[in-house]
């Protein structure tokens, strides 16, 4: 069965720390991995990885994928008030289905 | 471009009865999915589309019915709403089979009595 877990589940920080967030995955044949943010409503893309060890990066934002240790994480640096939201990642599995895990929350405190 | 667009943004019904969540995208994606959201949950994909006429089952796929008569339009249809079904859903849409990232629509709250 596939499977995500996301860890960790909740994190307050304040403003200007760094945070680590975790997504392991099982699934069957994997394609890629998917960062998504969600503040109140719909998630809205981050990043797409599909190779080992290449980090994907966007401003502050950061990403890499292990597929031998089958997890990825996502890395924020000098975090803000406006990064507080719950952080999804998304495998894909075949080419049509995607495993969400269900999220970890941030709040960053100013 | 606009995007992925939902209606209604929320609803209410009455246990029994049936209603459509639209969804539309004007990008000419081919692949398109129909998402829930419930508290504690991730999402789960309800069912999905790789093409007009093409449809398939995800992971939850009771009590809904979709069709896809065009490439922009994904209609989600509950045939009789039941009180599990509140939740928030989330439309979904992706160029097709060469493109793995993703695009959601603002969602639906729904709520069953």
């Known amino acids: 069965e596939d499977k995500v877990v996301q860890s960790p589940l909740s994190l307050v920080v304040h403003e200007g720390d760094t945070v680590t967030l975790n997504c392991s995955y099982e699934v069957t044949n994997f394609r890629s991995l998917l960062w998504y943010k969600q503040e109140k409503k719909a998630p809205t893309f981050l990043f797409m990885l599909?190779?080992?060890?290449i980090e994907k990066k966007s401003g502050r934002l950061s990403s890499i994928l292990d597929k031998k240790e089958l997890f990825s994480i996502l890395n924020i640096t000098a975090t803000q008030t406006g990064d507080s939201a719950v952080y999804l990642c998304a495998p894909l599995s075949g080419t049509y289905k995607y495993i969400f895990g269900t999220g970890t929350r941030l709040k960053v405190l100013a | 471009n606009a995007g992925v667009t939902q209606t209604p943004k929320f609803q209410v019904l009455k246990t029994g009865q049936s209603m459509t969540l639209q969804c539309a995208q004007d990008m000419n994606h081919e692949y398109m999915s129909w998402y829930r959201q419930d508290p504690g949950m991730g999402l789960r994909l309800i069912h999905y589309?790789?093409?007009?006429?093409?449809?398939d089952q995800g992971e939850v796929p009771n009590g809904y019915n979709v069709s896809r008569s065009t490439t922009e339009d994904f209609p989600l249809r509950l045939l009789s709403a039941a009180p599990s079904q509140t939740s928030v859903y989330f439309c979904?849409?992706?160029?097709?089979?060469?493109?793995?990232?993703?695009?959601f629509g603002p969602g639906t709250r729904l709520t069953v009595l």
């Open positions: 589309s790789v093409g007009a006429g093409i449809t």
């Open positions: 979904a849409s992706r160029r097709g089979p060469g493109t793995d990232t993703q695009y």
């Open positions: 599909t190779s080992s060890g």
